[in-house]
């Protein structure tokens, strides 16, 4: 199986930055697709932004400018540089990584970012 681990969650001020990793371990055949999702209070899941493992990205449109995701594909890890922080970005982040031929889907258990209004 594989198993993500999500690190770099916390509390900031509006307008303040924060970098979140996750690495993949475990029985990884081919890692495909990593991204970063989140979910508010009272909201559905939503697509932050996608990696592939060429590199091509892809952002929601509230993040564009914003944020960045990059991946270290020798360690098996993807990041999201988060900057100029509002509120509205307040949610638990999921990591996601699609594996293997059959790009199978895994999720980690999420970290808490906070921005104070």
């Known amino acids: 199986q594989v198993q993500l681990v999500e690190s770099g969650g916390g509390l900031v001020q509006f307008g303040g930055s924060l970098r979140l990793s996750c690495a993949a371990s475990g029985s990884i055949f081919r890692l495909n697709d990593m991204g970063w999702y989140r979910q508010a209070p009272g909201r559905q899941r939503e697509l932050v932004a996608t990696i592939t493992s060429g590199g091509t990205t892809n952002y929601a449109d509230s993040v564009k400018g914003r944020f960045t995701i990059s991946r270290d594909n020798a360690k098996n890890t993807v990041f999201l540089q988060m900057n100029s922080l509002k509120p509205e970005d307040t949610a638990v982040y999921y990591c996601?990584?699609?594996?293997?031929?059959?790009?199978?889907?895994?999720w980690g258990q999420g970290t808490q970012v906070t921005v104070s209004s």
């Open positions: 996601n990584a699609k594996v293997g031929a059959l790009y199978q889907d895994y």
